[in-house]
């Protein structure tokens, strides 16, 4: 048995009826819904402003109905029209990003998956804790600028989608970055990024073993980003900077991956420290997280963060991935998320996948 995240009266909303998947219209929520949908679950998508048209591009995909907040920051009030119709929020990040962990963490109202983890992921400095009391190798942390000697990476807090990053080569070329908010100063490391997209059900009894349930791999991707795109050389920012373009690291689309056999093996052992380490922490991650690091020359995997919740990345793979396809084909990651939850409520065990 996993261990225990939502109690009882968080549950009794769920009592007698079939959980309702529940996330903002942004970032993963036509995968969210149309997994949800081929599970038989009910949706709902709460929607900033008004719904977005596209959704009526894709009927199968389109959440059963909307509910509409002003702002992000207001669908805490949503709470009990949401326990009213069973909903389980399912996090992503957009919905985490601007509402705030702080603030997602005290909705009263059932979460997909183990809500602490959110607080870990939007501290980047609590974050490292994490992994490196874990075992993972991870870039060398600068406390000061003036301790760097070799090229650096600026990274703000939370998920932002890579927007604000900083590429300096040196420490000169730091003096140049004006901080807007919490950051860290990274190693700049060379080689190739991969987003590893794992799902941690705390549910199975099979597969590759992890604490007391299973980790699997549902795919992987590299992404694109914005107007620094693959310019990753290290003069590239400066020429752009001499033409009057400041290069961001937005994140504007994803490209699919698949990792050389021989190295999945340094991937998954990766996998198992982190949750772990997370089970030791704070109970545990449950559902999915993305592990992002670079591999380098010598076939180091160095992580630079973790995502703990469903990633952009997974969009790929709405009908599966070549990796899904090896567990059960035609598996995204919104249905795997709904697939946990199904199998917890049959099994009466819905408070190890639900907090």
Not at 92 to 108: N, P, Q, R, T
């Amino acid at each position: 048995m996993g261990v225990p995240l939502a109690s009882d009266a968080r549950l009794a909303s769920l009592e007698g009826r079939p959980p309702t998947v529940t996330t903002v219209c942004s970032h993963s929520s036509l995968q969210i819904f149309h997994g949800a949908r081929l599970e038989g679950l009910p949706t709902i998508g709460i929607a900033v402003g008004k719904p977005p048209r596209f959704y009526d591009a894709f009927p199968r995909a389109r959440p059963d109905r909307f509910l509409t907040v002003e702002r992000h920051r207001n669908v805490p009030a949503l709470a009990e029209q949401l326990r009213q119709a069973g909903a389980v929020l399912v996090p992503h990040g957009s919905f985490v990003e601007y509402l705030g962990a702080e603030e997602f963490g005290k909705i009263d109202v059932p979460v997909f998956g183990n809500r602490e983890v959110l607080a870990w992921e939007s501290d980047r400095r609590r974050e490292r804790d994490w992994l490196e009391s874990a075992g993972v190798e991870m870039p060398k942390r600068y406390e000061t600028a003036s301790e760097v000697d070799g090229p650096v990476i600026v990274k703000y807090y939370g998920a932002k989608g890579g927007k604000g990053f900083f590429l300096a080569k040196n420490r000169e070329a730091l003096e140049d970055f004006r901080p807007t908010g919490p950051y860290v100063i990274q190693e700049y490391v060379l080689g190739t990024r991969y987003y590893v997209h794992f799902f941690y059900s705390p549910l199975s009894d099979r597969g590759y073993r992890v604490g007391h349930g299973s980790l699997e791999l549902l795919g992987m991707d590299r992404r694109d980003e914005a107007n620094i795109d693959e310019l990753y050389k290290l003069g590239a920012q400066e020429e752009l900077l001499k033409a009057g373009i400041r290069p961001t690291f937005v994140v504007t689309g994803n490209v699919p991956v698949v990792l050389r056999e021989s190295l999945l093996e340094k991937i998954f052992e990766v996998g198992a420290k982190i949750v772990e380490r997370s089970i030791e922490l704070f109970g545990g991650m449950v559902g999915p997280f993305c592990v992002e690091g670079i591999m380098t020359e010598e076939l180091q995997f160095k992580v630079f963060e973790i995502s703990t919740r469903i990633v952009a990345g997974t969009n790929l793979y709405i009908s599966g991935s070549p990796y899904s396809d090896l567990l059960e084909p035609g598996t995204s990651m919104g249905r795997r998320i709904a697939q946990e939850i199904v199998r917890a409520r049959a099994a009466g065990r819905l408070n190890e996948v639900l907090s």
